[in-house]
């Protein structure tokens, strides 16, 4: 390599106005053919790789690109297809494919989890008995094609063999070693067949090198890569980390390999670099514009970082790409037509990102007068921005450290209170907050915004579903409601509508699993309350019922961890200023006699940070921060909320620390696995653990819900014990969501009268 060199890790899939997730969703109703998919969805492709050459990015990644998760693909392109969904030996059709990541009404969708701390979801494969073999080379398939119709000498992406085992599940710690020695001959197959075919670069993701690894790992990881590269010898391989420093620097950075990736912009790679060096006979590819939030970069200090590692590394064997893929981000920023200028100009999305780092590349070999224009350019947005109104305080802002963060009486002391008022039974059974958005609910809502609805009109509407379905849940039985959130589009995006310093945007859309893309609000200035805004639907749901109605509200850090965040201010900082206007949306439902109100947190974990020495101030913030939107209400108050996707053993203490109430988990897709984590762990307040997945189609049997009751009931005391789906019912039509709850409501009335006879 003779000169720098830009790159990219991955682009957007979904299409500037999510035509990928239409195209989707359009085959699996049956109203397009798979061809009509393929076809869809290959041009979708194409248009991301026209548009990185065209910005003249050098590495253009391909093989990014999915029907659904690059996990899923990598598990199917070795033939690991769980035994329930059938496997003729061969190329896995279409309709298998999806079946594994969303069920069948016969067989259980394989489990899907956070992709490292990020809000994307993958599909978790399953090695049990795995017995793999190469059923089609698709990082070739997809370097040839760019090949033939663009002429782009594309970088094929491959997951690695350690991250991509390490995320699965099926198998034993100790048999690690064996399942690695199955698949690296299939690797090195996948690489040689792409050596053959003249592939210069290959990019091999492995994220997981960015968590703690233990000596055993290590070990392991240098067999793998020492084989690779004594079977591979030609190949340039760049072993692609990102989402934090690496750990055990020394150790990775000197893998037999051409290429090293590292994150630049989370973590503490610099002072690494520092440190202990880079090896002479490498190149560095040197993650240096954050892949992971919208704002534009200071490109006069980008271009300082690089020069910077340019003094501990030769120039010639550094190359300049995004901290991770652009997958995490919007598309582009041109659609925004309606921004304030003071924002919009402060943004960057993937395009922008792209030019971002062509700008760079072009200021290091050419002189920053070749890019002075950029220079002032990304300087004067910044300084704009952060000068504005947005970002100063406002008269009478609320300041966390001034509350108090604690509830007046202990949980002991507040359950008895609140079982008193409450008067519910044994077993109590409610779902999570969100009911069926049908495509008339969202119609209507389109029409509201496009004006061809009035306020009136619409709240009617709103109000009239609310009454449909407070009727249903009280013809079904279930024991606490819910008003069911129809004038919600997404839990998060619509606090960012009310709440003031967010914004909402209209195309700003990123894949989070499957076909659902979701529009993470942007925190651009100061977080304070405006006005109440989940008061007015709670109270009118509360009027139509004589039985208890929770109020339904989205947790400070759910909402940061599913928010792009400003980057001029501590993250822990904005996390109170959220907690503090949420807690005057709690105190505005107890005023309106909402007795059961629920903060949600599924993104507590996932927001965890990938070393473990780091976890205690994290942890601390949150439960900190959950505290003080919820601490200021009365004991007779109960507050819930709800997790999902996590391995809570890890975080067990800080579940507790929370002092909810009740908390609901998912359960149904890990199998019931969570509920080890209670087997050793006591746990003093009440929990739901989700006993049916909503994430499919399928309407689960009495039977298997009775057998997931009872199985927790073997840990959990029945008097501590609610019973709910895993997730919210939104993204479900309405006959299966009623006959799914049909049969929740059904197995927790059989479970209780078993329980109460045992009582007795």
């Excluded at 109104?389 to 209170?417: C, H, M, V, W």
């Excluded at 050793?680 to 307040?685: A, L, S």
């Amino acid at each position: 390599m003779t000169q720098l060199l830009s790159s990219n890790l991955g682009y957007p899939r979904i299409g500037e106005k999510r035509e990928w997730k239409k195209a989707l969703e359009k085959f699996w109703s049956g109203d397009i053919s798979e061809a009509e998919l393929l076809k869809g969805t290959k041009e979708i492709r194409l248009e991301g790789l026209r548009k990185q050459q065209k910005k003249g990015i050098d590495l253009i990644p391909v093989g990014d690109f999915s029907l659904y998760d690059q996990v899923l693909d990598t598990a199917v392109m070795f033939g690991i297809v769980p035994k329930r969904f059938q496997n003729n030996g061969g190329k896995t059709s279409l309709e298998t494919y999806f079946s594994i990541a969303r069920g069948t009404k016969d067989a259980v969708a394989s489990e899907m989890t956070k992709w490292f701390n990020t809000n994307y979801h993958y599909i978790v494969p399953e090695f049990d008995d795995a017995k793999p073999f190469l059923v089609e080379n698709r990082p070739l398939t997809f370097y040839k094609e760019a090949k033939e119709e663009l002429g782009i000498d594309g970088k094929p992406v491959l997951l690695g063999p350690i991250t991509f085992l390490k995320l699965g599940k099926g198998y034993e710690h100790a048999e690690f070693p064996q399942l690695l020695q199955a698949f690296l001959p299939l690797y090195i197959q996948v690489l040689q067949e792409l050596q053959d075919a003249g592939v210069n670069w290959v990019q091999v993701d492995e994220p997981i090198f960015a968590t703690d690894l233990s000596e055993k790992d290590l070990l392991e990881i240098k067999q793998a890569y020492e084989a690779i590269a004594k079977a591979v010898p030609e190949i340039k391989i760049i072993l692609q980390t990102y989402f934090e420093s690496i750990s055990s620097y020394e150790y990775i950075v000197n893998l037999p390999v051409a290429g090293v990736g590292i994150d630049f912009v989370h973590g503490d790679s610099l002072n690494d670099l520092r440190e202990y060096g880079f090896p002479k006979d490498k190149v560095l590819a040197a993650g240096v514009i954050d892949g992971r939030n919208v704002w534009r970069q200071d490109l006069e200090s980008k271009l300082g970082l690089v020069e910077t590692i340019q003094q501990l590394v030769d120039k010639d064997r550094i190359i300049v790409q995004p901290s991770c893929s652009l997958l995490h981000v919007p598309v582009t920023k041109k659609t925004e037509t309606t921004l304030d200028p003071i924002i919009k100009d402060a943004l960057s999305f993937a395009d922008e990102k792209l030019e971002e780092i062509v700008s760079i590349v072009k200021g290091l070999q050419n002189g920053k007068e070749s890019i002075a224009d950029k220079l002032e350019e990304s300087k004067q947005a910044i300084e704009v921005l952060n000068n504005s109104k947005y970002r100063k305080k406002t008269a009478g802002q609320i300041n966390a450290n001034d509350l108090n963060a604690d509830r007046e009486l202990p949980f002991k002391k507040r359950i008895s209170i609140q079982k008193e008022i409450l008067g519910l039974p044994l077993l109590p059974t409610t779902t999570i907050g969100s009911l069926p958005q049908t495509t008339e609910v969202r119609k209507q809502r389109l029409k509201w915004r496009k004006g061809d609805l009035s306020d009136r009109e619409y709240e009617q509407y709103i109000q009239n579903e609310i009454e449909k379905w407070i009727r249903i849940q009280e013809e079904i039985g279930i024991d606490v409601l819910v008003h069911g959130e129809f004038e919600r589009t997404d839990m998060v995006e619509y606090f960012g509508e009310k709440l003031n310093g967010f914004l909402v945007t209209k195309f700003g859309w990123v894949q989070s699993y499957g076909s659902r893309c979701v529009k993470p609000p942007f925190i651009f200035g100061e977080v304070s309350f405006d006005k109440p805004m989940t008061v007015k639907e709670s109270v009118y749901a509360q009027s139509l019922t004589s039985k208890q109605l929770k109020g339904m509200l989205t947790g400070p850090v759910t909402i940061l961890n599913w928010s792009f965040v400003r980057d001029d201010i501590p993250r822990v900082d904005v996390l109170n200023q959220i907690a503090v206007a949420l807690r005057k949306e709690v105190e505005e439902l107890e005023k309106n006699d909402i007795k059961i109100i629920q903060v949600d947190e599924p993104a507590l974990r996932e927001g965890l940070p990938l070393k473990r020495d780091k976890w205690d101030e994290y942890l601390n913030a949150a439960v900190h921060a959950f505290k003080l939107s919820t601490a200021s209400v009365e004991n007779s108050t109960q507050i819930h909320t709800h997790m999902c996707y996590s391995s809570f053993g890890d975080i067990f203490d800080a579940i507790s620390g929370l002092d909810a109430d009740v908390i609901s988990i998912e359960t149904s897709r890990s199998q019931g696995e969570l509920i080890s984590t209670f087997e050793e762990n006591t746990y003093d307040k009440e929990i739901g653990l989700g006993v049916y997945d909503i994430h499919s189609p399928r309407v689960p049997s009495k039977k298997e819900v009775t057998e997931n009751i009872n199985r927790a009931l073997k840990t959990i005391p029945a008097n501590q014990f609610w019973i709910n789906p895993y997730w919210g019912l939104n993204t479900r039509r309405e006959p299966e969501t009623n006959a799914a709850l049909k049969v929740m409501v059904e197995a927790a009335k059989e479970v209780r009268n078993v329980q109460l006879v045992t009582v007795q």
